[in-house]
């Protein structure tokens, strides 16, 4: 029972100890090892995931070969490449375990299924996309206004737990810089 | 009446001809001359908008004094700092008309009760940011993976007719270009 994703999803909308069973048959449970890849590029998306336990990336290969992350997701975040998933196409994305993970994962007709059951979950969801769309606004604000050392400086001081969960090379990568320049930033702001 | 954001809400939840006119009565039409300020950095944020006719970009002013445009949202398009909107906070943007401009405005509380009143529109929003998100993952790809000469070209194969609308110097700031430059590339990917 993922008394998590009920809590979780009583801070927007009451579920009731009766209905939520009959929610969490909607969701399978899905266990990773550190980097296993939950999705992959060029695969169909065909799942929205919520994390209960761990950490997973999301990253794409540039023209270079190099894997670029571009979002993170940690307890009680959802991530999916929601482009991709809206229209069931492929992913220019791959969704990584950072660590052992733990996601609750629902299939796109399954989730259909699950809004028609339990229309109040809509709210939820309207909740859950508002609030990462309005994230996202500010992200694209720091990332036109922010030099790169700014950025890890503004990410340390809201974030810090997380910067210091994150492996450095994936920190980097996601701040757009050289795992080395990141080190010497990080020893400025130490000192 | 509206037909417009009628045909809107349509595309995604049953709208009768009886209901429309309460959902109508939440809203209130405020039109803008060329330049007029919708909004502005430093007042909360207290409505959404829903882009009737015209054009509104959404811009922070930078260390250097500089108006840095983040958004555009064209007819049928929703728009407002969310952030600023789902906490009734103060904004950290502007937002203002591109051209002569009509929107739908709806404030925090009356959206609030319009949801109440009529719970399917929770799933009409619910779809609104699900899209908006998504694409905004993508824009997030584009600008770690673009250079601005790519990105230009990208946004001019997707969105031409946009192009030609948005002048230059705004477009060039959108996308972290200076005027000049812009001009450059759109020399060279006419010729």
Redesign the interface.
């Given at each position: 029972m993922s008394e998590q994703l009920k809590h979780h999803l009583n801070k927007v909308v009451e579920i009731t100890d009766e209905e939520f069973p009959s929610i969490l048959e909607y969701f399978e449970t899905v266990k990773l090892k550190k980097k296993q890849n939950l999705q992959q590029i060029g695969q169909v998306c065909h799942s929205n995931y919520f994390v209960e336990i761990g950490c997973i990336r999301?990253f794409?290969v540039?023209?270079k070969g190099i894997e670029?992350t571009?979002?993170f997701a940690i307890e009680n975040w959802w991530i999916t490449?929601?482009?991709a998933?809206?229209f069931q196409k492929e992913s220019?994305?791959t969704l990584q375990a950072v660590e052992r993970t733990t996601v609750l994962s629902i299939h796109f007709q399954a989730q259909e299924k699950l809004?028609k059951e339990f229309?109040?979950l809509?709210?939820y969801?309207?909740h859950i996309?508002?609030?990462?769309?309005?994230?996202?606004?500010?992200?694209?604000?720091f990332?036109?206004?922010f030099s790169k050392e700014e950025l890890y400086l503004h990410f340390n001081k809201h974030f810090p737990e997380f910067v210091q969960r994150v492996p450095q090379y994936l920190l980097a990568s996601f701040l757009?810089l050289t795992p080395e320049y990141l080190s010497e930033i990080r020893k400025k702001s130490i000192s």
């Open positions: 999301m794409f540039n023209e670029q571009t979002q490449d929601y482009l998933y809206t220019e994305f809004l229309p109040k809509e709210k969801f309207r996309y508002q609030r990462a769309y309005a994230a996202s606004q500010m992200r694209m604000k990332m036109y206004d757009g």
